[in-house]
C-alpha cells in the first residue's frame, strides 16, 4: 500500500470538504454530496456553507429550510445534521438502531417510570396536533406519566420519531427554543427504505476520505462496518497513514499536492471537516488538539496552511464588533495578513454588513 502523509492526506480531506476554495454550486447539491451538515447551532450551516460556496447568502439558505427542500433534525451521532429531503429519509432509518440504544440508556431509563411505547405514542398524537418545543413535549407527557423527567420523556419521542427543526425557529435571525413537528406532518412522507450501507461507505469516502473504517463509524455513530467496506473493497484502493492506520479512498477522487495552498477558514463551533473523523490529526495537530478541550463543545477554530491553527469569537455590540482570534502558534506576517483578511469577511458576513470590525490578535494561547 501507498503510504500518505499527514500533509497528504489535510489536502485531499480539504478538497472533499470544499475547503481548498469556494465553488459554484446550488445549496441542496452541496448539502447532499457532504451528507449533511453539522447542525447543533441555528447559523452552522450557514457558517459551513459560507465558507464553501460563492456568492452564498443567509437568505438563499432560509428559504430552503422554509420551503421544505432542506430538513434538520437529528441523525449521524444522535446530533443534529441539515439534510436533503431524499437523505433525510434513507439515512435516518439506518441509524435507527443506533439512536434507540441511545435514547434508551440505563441512566435515561431510569428517570423515567412509564412504558416507552406508551410515551411514544402520545407524544405521536401531540405532535399531530400542533408543533411545540421540546420543552413544551416534555411538559404535555408529563401529565400523564407524572413521576417521570419531562426532559427523558420528550427524549423518547425525539428518539423514536423524525423530529423536523422548523421556521420560524432555528433560521438566520432567529432564536429561542426549536419547534419540532414529524417529518410526515412537515413534507407529507415519512422516512423511507434504508439506504445500503455499502453504497453509503462509497457516499462517505467521497466526501471524506481517505479515511479508516473507524473514521466512518466515528461519523455516522454505527459500529461493525468493516464488512460494508469489504463489500465495496473491488472499488477502492487503500493507503498506509503516517501512523500505520489503513485508509481507504475511491480510485479517482481528489488527492491534490501536499503543497498545494490552502487558504484560512473560519469554522463555525461545529464543522464536518473535524467531526467526521475518529483521528483528526488530519487537520488538528497535536498542539491544536492540547489547546481544544472538550467542554460543553468545540471552540470556533480558525485554520492556516490547512491546520487548525487558532480559535476566534465574535462580540458585537450595536455598529461595531470585536474579532477576538487566539492562536495556537506564532503566526507568520504573511499567515497574520491572510487571517485577518479571510476574519474580516467572516464577521462582516455574520453581522451582514452592519458593524465595523475591530480584530485583536491575542497572545499564544499556553
Not at 433560521?171 to 412537515?186: D, K, N
Request: glycine share 6%; with cysteine; proline share 8%.
Amino acid at each position: 500500500m501507498t503510504t500518505i502523509t499527514d500533509r497528504e492526506l489535510n489536502r485531499a480531506t480539504l478538497a472533499r470538504q470544499i475547503l481548498l476554495g469556494r465553488v459554484d454550486s446550488l445549496i441542496p447539491e452541496a448539502v447532499a454530496f457532504l451528507l449533511g451538515l453539522q447542525a447543533q447551532t441555528t447559523n452552522g450551516p450557514y457558517q459551513a456553507l459560507w465558507n464553501r460556496l460563492s456568492g452564498f447568502t443567509h437568505q438563499a439558505l432560509t428559504t430552503l429550510i422554509a420551503d421544505k427542500t432542506l430538513l434538520r433534525a437529528t441523525t449521524m451521532r444522535t446530533t443534529l445534521h441539515l439534510h436533503t429531503v431524499d437523505d433525510m429519509r434513507a439515512i435516518r432509518p439506518l441509524l435507527q438502531p443506533m439512536l434507540d440504544r441511545t435514547f434508551a440508556s440505563p441512566a435515561k431509563a431510569r428517570t423515567i417510570k412509564a412504558d416507552r411505547a406508551a410515551v411514544r405514542t402520545l407524544g405521536v398524537e401531540l405532535l399531530n396536533q400542533q408543533p411545540m418545543t421540546a420543552g413544551d413535549l416534555g411538559k404535555r407527557l408529563l401529565e400523564a406519566f407524572p413521576d417521570s423527567d419531562p426532559y427523558v420523556l420528550a427524549q423518547v419521542v425525539q428518539g423514536a420519531e423524525t423530529l423536523v427543526q422548523i421556521p420560524p425557529t432555528r433560521i438566520w435571525g432567529h432564536g429561542g427554543p426549536p419547534l419540532l413537528t414529524r417529518i410526515e406532518s412537515w413534507i407529507g412522507q415519512g422516512v423511507a427504505k434504508p439506504i445500503d450501507m455499502p453504497a453509503l461507505v462509497l457516499r462517505y469516502l467521497k466526501a471524506f476520505g481517505p479515511a479508516s473504517v473507524a473514521d466512518m463509524q466515528h461519523w455516522c455513530g454505527l459500529t461493525r462496518l468493516a464488512p460494508a467496506f469489504e463489500a465495496v473493497r473491488d472499488q477502492l484502493i487503500t493507503f498506509t497513514a503516517e501512523d500505520g492506520r489503513t485508509l481507504y479512498d475511491l480510485p479517482d477522487a481528489p488527492r491534490p499536492d501536499a503543497d498545494t495552498p490552502a487558504p484560512p477558514r473560519f469554522l463555525p463551533e461545529y464543522d464536518n471537516v473535524y467531526l467526521g473523523f475518529a483521528d483528526r490529526r488530519r487537520i488538528q495537530s497535536d498542539l491544536a488538539r492540547a489547546r481544544m478541550p472538550l467542554v460543553n463543545g468545540y471552540p470556533s477554530t480558525f485554520t492556516v496552511d490547512g491546520f487548525i491553527a487558532g480559535k476566534w469569537s465574535l462580540a458585537r455590540r450595536k455598529d461595531t464588533a470585536n474579532l477576538t482570534l487566539t492562536p495556537f502558534r506564532t503566526l507568520l506576517k504573511r499567515e497574520l495578513a491572510a487571517v485577518d483578511q479571510e476574519g474580516r469577511a467572516m464577521a462582516g458576513f455574520l453581522t451582514e454588513g452592519a458593524a465595523a470590525i475591530t480584530p485583536t490578535v491575542l497572545p499564544v494561547a499556553d
